[in-house]
């Protein structure tokens, strides 16, 4: 199987654990666990298709990708209550399939397009849009508005995974020297708090406040 082929599948089953997970933090049904699953798993690949004007997206095409995301859904289902911290688990997970999706969705745009920023983008909307939803539709605190850096990590993979493409690297190579340095930011942000600088305005007023 070839390696892009690999990095979709485990990028997609990944984030459909993490969404899994976050239907049972929040005590859901087996139908709210597989669909919750199922949105994270294909919504960063299913943004991204769109965008590069693959359609039909790749799940539609392929099925097994949703066969994937429901037994994801369904294996948490039956396990979740053995595991003592699946917030913690749930983030880690998420770092794992960002660093592979991140550089998944940078070969598919620099394949598409021949253009570095957009493989760049296309990996890191790939890597973070199925979290997002997730987080939405969980009613959990957003991956984005947490301080520790997330989307950064994306891009930093998928920019190593592109430039090391553009000097000649094999690709299984320039997959691992992505993923490996999306994983090692993120990990690192979220072992050792990592953030970027913050904007130095006051927080925003409430509405109420300024009509």
């Not at 082929?5 to 899994?20: K, N, Q, R, S």
């Not at 550089?103 to 021949?114: C, D, F, R």
Request: charged letters at 10%; a neutral charge.
């Amino acid at each position: 199987m070839p390696i892009l082929e690999i990095l979709d599948y485990a990028g997609v089953a990944v984030f459909a654990v993490t969404g899994a997970l976050s239907a049972s933090r929040k005590q859901l049904d087996i139908i709210g666990y597989v669909f919750l699953a199922s949105v994270t798993g294909i919504g960063g690949g299913t943004l991204r298709d769109v965008i590069l004007g693959a359609t039909p997206v790749f799940w539609v095409t392929n099925p097994i990708y949703l066969l994937v995301c429901t037994a994801a859904g369904i294996a948490v289902f039956l396990s979740a209550h053995l595991m003592h911290s699946r917030y913690r688990l749930l983030v880690w997970l998420d770092a794992v399939g960002l660093s592979a999706y991140c550089v998944m969705g940078a070969a598919k745009g620099l394949e598409a397009t021949g253009s570095p920023a957009v493989a760049m983008v296309t990996g890191m909307l790939t890597a973070t849009f199925g979290g997002v939803l997730r987080d939405l539709l969980a009613g959990e605190p957003s991956v984005l508005l947490r301080p520790e850096i997330y989307v950064t990590a994306a891009l930093v993979g998928s920019g190593m995974f592109t430039g090391a493409t553009a000097l000649g690297a094999p690709l299984i190579v320039a997959s691992a020297i992505g993923i490996l340095a999306a994983f090692l930011v993120r990990g690192g942000a979220l072992r050792y708090g990592w953030t970027l600088p913050t904007g130095r305005a006051g927080p925003g007023r409430h509405p109420d406040d300024v009509m």
